[in-house]
T-cell receptor, first 116, second 113 residues
């Protein structure tokens, strides 16, 4: 049973370019969460999605960041016009349910974004 | 929204000693409290969790306690080993925040042989 998959594992972009990060949840999981971890800091929630729906995007920056989880395919976190401050590790987590009592989240290996 | 505070930020112990990490949370509606271990450059891994209907949970050398009245929970590691060295994060979820995890700032645990 494959775990949460993320790709690419490492991504280098120049300022102003776009970054696309992909996440495939564990089999049977329909809930996806994205977290950002700045160097030597904790994890900060960004967005929570179910298939074709954004449930909670309270942690997303207002501009340049967007996320989707289409009916088919992986969840994608998109960062437009990247800046150096976007350099971080982006982790995706999945869970089987968002209901009370079913919160176990399993993390992917992360994508380490470096903006030059 | 929820706010989670974690202490200490660094903890150094000798092999075989116990280690305790403490967290407090602000949202009384939170009802799920996991602990994650993260080694350098790796993903966070769930090591133990507790729900608000229990006060303590144990898994071999690891235990977690929860005091809902005081809104704090703690991780206890006994008989520490060098491979326990890592960053440990507490988190809280539930209530009005669905499954979203709010993390503490992390504790760097170093176990000296």
């Amino acid at each position: 049973n494959a775990g949460v998959m993320q790709n690419p594992r490492h991504l280098v972009r120049r300022r102003g370019q776009e970054a696309r990060l992909r996440c495939s949840p564990m089999k049977g999981h329909s809930h996806v969460y994205w977290y950002r971890q700045l160097p030597e800091e904790g994890l900060k929630f960004m967005v929570y999605l179910q298939k074709e729906n954004i449930i909670d995007e309270s942690g997303m920056p207002k501009e340049r960041f967007s996320a989707e989880f289409p009916k088919e395919g992986p969840s994608i976190l998109r960062i437009q016009q990247v800046v150096r401050g976007d350099s971080a590790a982006y982790f995706c987590a999945s869970s089987p349910s968002g209901r009370a009592g079913s919160y176990e989240q399993f993390f992917g290996p992360g994508t380490r974004l470096t903006v030059l | 929204g929820e706010n989670v505070e974690q202490h200490p930020s660094t903890l150094s112990v000798q092999e075989g000693d116990s280690a305790v990490i403490k967290c407090t949370y602000s949202d009384s509606a939170s009802n799920y409290f996991p602990w994650y271990k993260q080694e350098l450059g790796k993903r966070p891994q769930l090591i133990i969790d507790i729900r608000s209907n229990v006060g303590e949970k144990k898994d071999q050398r690891i235990a977690v306690t929860l005091n809902k009245t005081a809104k704090h929970f703690s991780l206890h590691i006994t008989e520490t080993q060098p491979e326990d060295s890592a960053v440990y994060f507490c988190a809280a979820a539930g209530g009005t925040s669905y499954g979203k995890l709010t993390f503490g700032q992390g504790t760097i645990l170093t176990v000296h042989p």
